[in-house]
């Protein structure tokens, strides 16, 4: 059984996820047509459905950023699994030791995207397209890891 202090810090991680998922989901399902992106039809793309671009782009990387600097963290305390001091690419493969990730490399491979679409290319619409049209598969992931962690959380570690 959790004590109380570490129960509601989940609570409130799991929370947190789940309005970056639910709002980074919304915002892909809006505009999902898109993809794959060329330069013609992110041409089309209006002001409004540009700004839903950068909802999604925001929603992935906080969820990512929640997910990697919380969350693992946390489950692995609940755990007790002792992770102080311990280099963040080793509670990742602690998560994939314990089979709450499937690859611990596909953690590095988001956390690559995150960086690699996070940053703007106005004058290189070209590189910008490239790197956008990596989110869909990366979308699909992150959410898969998210909702395995989340259902994980609520059966085995009872913190509803």
Not at 34 to 54: G, H, K, M, R, W
Not at 93 to 117: F, S
Not at 126 to 146: G, H, T
Request: include cysteine; charge should be negative.
């Amino acid at each position: 059984m959790l004590n109380n202090e570490l129960c509601d810090k989940l609570k409130e991680t799991l929370a947190i996820c789940e309005l970056h998922h639910q709002r980074m989901m919304f915002a892909y399902g809006s505009i999902k047509q898109y993809f794959p992106l060329t330069e013609f039809n992110f041409s089309q793309v209006s002001p409004i459905e540009l700004a839903l671009f950068d909802q999604l782009i925001y929603r992935f990387s906080k969820l990512q950023d929640s997910m990697g600097s919380r969350l693992f963290k946390q489950i692995l305390e609940a755990l007790e699994e002792d992770i102080s001091g311990i280099p963040f690419i080793d509670i990742i493969y602690k998560l994939e030791k314990l089979n709450l990730l499937e690859n611990a490399k596909d953690w590095v491979i988001l956390r690559q995207t995150r960086n690699t679409v996070s940053h703007e290319y106005p004058f290189y619409k070209d590189i910008q397209i490239e790197e956008l049209n990596l989110l869909p598969a990366e979308i699909e992931k992150l959410s898969y890891i998210w909702m395995r962690l989340k259902d994980y959380t609520n059966i085995r570690l009872n913190c509803i």
